[in-house]
Every structure is written in C-alpha cells, then in structure tokens.
C-alpha cells in the first residue's frame, strides 16, 4: 500500500487560489496514474481531475480552464493549482494513486471557499 498525503487545503476567498499537493511514498511514484476526486457535502464523490504517467491531462468539465493539475516525479509529488474558485468548488479533495494491484487514497484536504 502506498502512503498518499495530501496538504495546501484551507479557507479561500470568492477568485481566490489555492495549490494542493500530494506527497506519495512509494518510489515508483513515476508508473503510476493519478488524480484528484473531490467530494462536497451532500454529494457523490467526483472526479476533479487526472494525470498519467506520461503527463497527459483531463479535467471534469465544472473545473476545466481554472484547475492545472501537474506532477513532479523526482518529488514523488502530484499538485492540483486552483483558481478563480467559487463556492461550488467547497469538498474534501483526495489525492489518488492507480496501482495495477489496486488504489491509494489519500485522507483528503479541507478546501472552503467563501467570503
């Protein structure tokens, strides 16, 4: 099992930014696909945005032009930079790990966006 920690969670303004980060474990952190779900109160977690092995990138369509998901493998670290955040973006962010043998997850960070 892989040891996922997830950090940069908080109280944002309305616009505001905010940059997650995800700190993995394992050292073939490099083979891995991974994402970011979130999950509002109230609702199923979501899909916030995924990145492969090779960089490629996609987003849910309610975070798509404001979210930038990116990966650093000598850091063993994944980040999600958000902008022009709204109220509809207030969840628990997990950080993701896809291994053949199964998921990682993280155990989430606190994003509250309000005024």
């Known amino acids: 099992q892989v040891q996922l920690v997830e950090s940069g969670g908080g109280l944002v303004q309305p616009g505001g930014s905010l940059r997650l980060s995800c700190a993995a474990s394992?050292?073939?952190?490099?083979?891995?696909?991974m994402a970011w779900y979130r999950q509002a109160p109230g609702k199923q977690r979501e899909l916030a945005a995924r990145i492969t092995t090779s960089g490629s990138t996609n987003y849910a369509d309610s975070v798509k032009g404001r979210f930038t998901i990116s990966r650093d493998n000598a850091k063993k670290t994944m980040y999600l930079q958000m902008n022009s955040l709204t109220s509809e973006d207030t969840a628990v962010y997990y950080c993701?790990?896809?291994?053949?043998?199964?998921?990682?997850w993280g155990q989430g960070t606190q994003v509250t966006v309000s005024s």
């Open positions: 993701t790990l896809f291994r053949p043998s199964g998921t990682d």
């Open positions: 394992t050292s073939f952190f490099r083979l891995y696909t």
